[in-house]
């Protein structure tokens, strides 16, 4: 018997974005929903946070959710188990609790909500669905936590479903968690783990502890991130990973007006949500790249034409250490005015990509001197003149690693 796997929908992220939700809605109709009926599935495991935020739940966003997903789950005669994530429920203003799951679920018979640890068996297997708990911020009582260790440590189950904080697993690309179970709670346990939680597919062998990560990017600046749903084969417990195609976050380099519209062409910008990035100083050209996009139905395209915007923007990458699509964005937007700031963040990306690349330490990351000089510089002509020596060494280093 087969099972869909999915964590981490985030129903109503960034404000509840239309742009992005439009993507969203695509990954359900062309790969979620065809997923199920071509290989027959009749259950759906969600290891929790559906919503993003149960505390702004708004009229919009329930309907939007239950054309989009729900009302199709009922539909397709689809059971639905649901665990308990750390976005749901959420508390307003005013110290009312709000549950969207409980709100919709009076409406849906073929949904299941799990509040606590809960043995079910399927196919001749013991699932064990564990929700949320907070493990990181040590909320929980000592007894409190050792029961709910005791419990989702349950050697009699086959599979065990959660939503929790494994330590030193990824929370999303290049970024570890460094709070959380530590996973020698785990080891004796021979029951496959899967959880939801984290936004970064990854998984161990020992422990058996596999991290779902979202269906889709959820943060902004997401690029070519791989997301997608998982099925699982309760007769092996093996997962097949189906990959989600449409990417909600892009970026486009361009010089003119008449560029950014041949490209907006060229992919269908109409979905997902599109960066534009124009070099600093074209005033003329930013300001028809302006008209143009004020001028447009839908309103998914950001144009990233100050220094403080690219600075705010690539600061985000390299906190995801995603150097490349930084170096890219950096390097195209300021071509022309060479902003000394922009030169140096170009530089310290370079150097970090260039390490990346080589999967070694460089002489570039040695040369401590050039740093502590960076620190020292008080104007903006030292700080190009040192910026441009580490854009020498970088390049050197990348030649040097090629031959």
């Given amino acids: 018997m087969k099972v869909l796997l999915i964590s981490d929908q985030h129903f109503g992220i960034n404000d509840f974005c239309i742009h992005q939700h439009r993507s ?9 929903f065809p997923t199920l009926i071509s290989e027959n599935i009749k259950y ?10 149960d505390a702004n739940i708004n009229k919009n966003l329930l309907d939007w959710s239950k054309v989009n997903y729900f009302d199709k789950l009922k539909d397709y005669d689809i059971s639905l188990i649901v665990l308990r994530g750390n976005h749901n429920p959420r508390q307003k203003k005013g110290g009312k609790i709000i549950d969207a799951m409980n709100l919709l679920s009076s409406d849906y018979k073929n949904i299941k909500l799990i509040h606590d640890p809960t043995m079910v068996k399927l196919s001749e297997k013991k699932i064990l669905f564990a929700p949320y708990f907070d493990f990181v911020n040590n909320k929980l009582s000592p007894a409190r936590r050792s029961n709910i260790l005791e419990a989702i440590t349950n050697k009699e189950a086959d599979l065990i479903l959660t939503h929790n904080a494994f330590k030193d697993y990824k929370l999303w690309e290049n970024k570890i968690a460094r709070g959380g179970l530590e996973k020698d709670h785990f080891t004796n346990i021979s029951a496959r783990i899967i959880s939801g939680h984290y936004h970064a597919r ?47 976050f892009s970026f486009i380099c361009v010089e003119t007006c008449n560029e950014l519209k041949d490209k907006l062409k060229q992919q269908n910008a109409k979905e ?13 050209e930013i300001k028809k790249m302006q008209d143009f996009c004020s001028n447009l139905e839908h309103k998914n395209l950001e144009i990233l034409d100050t220094t403080e915007k690219i600075e705010q923007f690539t600061h985000s990458l390299m906190e995801r250490k995603d ?27 370079l150097q970090h990509k260039c390490q990346s690349n080589m999967q070694k330490e460089t002489n570039l990351l ?26 020498e060494l970088s390049f050197q280093a990348i030649e040097n690693s090629n031959t």
């Fill in 24 to 32: 969203i809605a695509k990954f359900y109709n062309e790969t979620f």
């Fill in 44 to 53: 759906v495991f969600d290891l929790g946070d559906t919503f993003d935020d």
């Fill in 202 to 248: 990854s998984s161990t062998k020992n422990p058996n502890i596999t991290y779902l990560g979202s269906p889709y990017a959820l943060k902004k600046g997401e690029f070519n991130v791989e997301r997608g749903l998982h099925i699982l084969d309760l007769a092996d417990m093996s997962t097949q990973f189906i990959r989600n195609k449409f990417q909600v």
């Fill in 272 to 284: 997902g949500y599109v960066y534009i990035i124009p070099p600093l100083g074209f005033k003329g």
């Fill in 323 to 349: 150097y490349e699509s930084a170096t890219i964005i950096i390097s195209h937007s300021n071509k022309y005015k060479q902003d000394a700031i922009l030169h140096l963040r170009y530089s310290f990306c």
């Fill in 366 to 391: 040695l040369n401590g001197a050039l740093f502590k000089a960076l620190d020292a510089a008080d104007s903006e002509q030292e700080l190009m003149c040192i910026s441009k020596k580490i854009k």
